[in-house]
């Protein structure tokens, strides 16, 4: 195996497992505790997020830089750009409003309401690009995956 797609499988493998294991198995481990206050826990999923988020952006600028001499075909760049635009605007842009929206909401109370609503309007939209994140990457990785006489 070639040092580029080494490189490019190892970092494909780090994006999977950021999101599958990171934001779908880990952060609902400790938001729904039963032992911890909810305000508490979504406190605590906080840096596991963020976490999450900077290796899901590393690994897609990764893949991006070396999918070209990856020799893939020609739709695997502008996928891995496209998912490292999306992992860039999920961590510079939506995770500083959720969290300020999750700040001003007290979940015990379910208090105030519209800011509640709003809060849950931006987590639907963090859980719909990390989807549509997924689903790229699983597309990378099918293209990853074909016979070489097919591509």
Do not use: Y
């Amino acid at each position: 195996m070639r040092p580029v797609a080494l490189l490019g499988s190892i970092a494909l493998g780090l994006a999977l497992g950021s999101l599958v294991v990171g934001h779908a198995l880990m952060v609902p481990l400790v938001r729904d505790a039963p032992l911890l206050d909810p305000n508490l826990a979504r406190t605590l999923a906080a840096p596991l997020v963020q976490r999450s988020s900077e290796l899901l952006l590393a690994c897609a600028i990764v893949i991006a830089m070396v999918s070209r001499r990856w020799r893939l075909l020609r739709l695997a760049g502008p996928t891995a750009l496209l998912v490292a635009g999306l992992a860039a605007v999920d961590r510079f842009f939506l995770l500083p409003r959720l969290g300020k929206a999750w700040s001003r909401v007290d979940l015990v109370a379910q208090r105030p309401i519209d800011r509640l609503e709003a809060a849950h309007q931006l987590q639907s939209t963090h859980e719909g690009v990390l989807a549509v994140a997924l689903l790229l990457l699983l597309v990378l990785f099918g293209l990853v995956n074909l016979p070489a006489r097919t591509r």
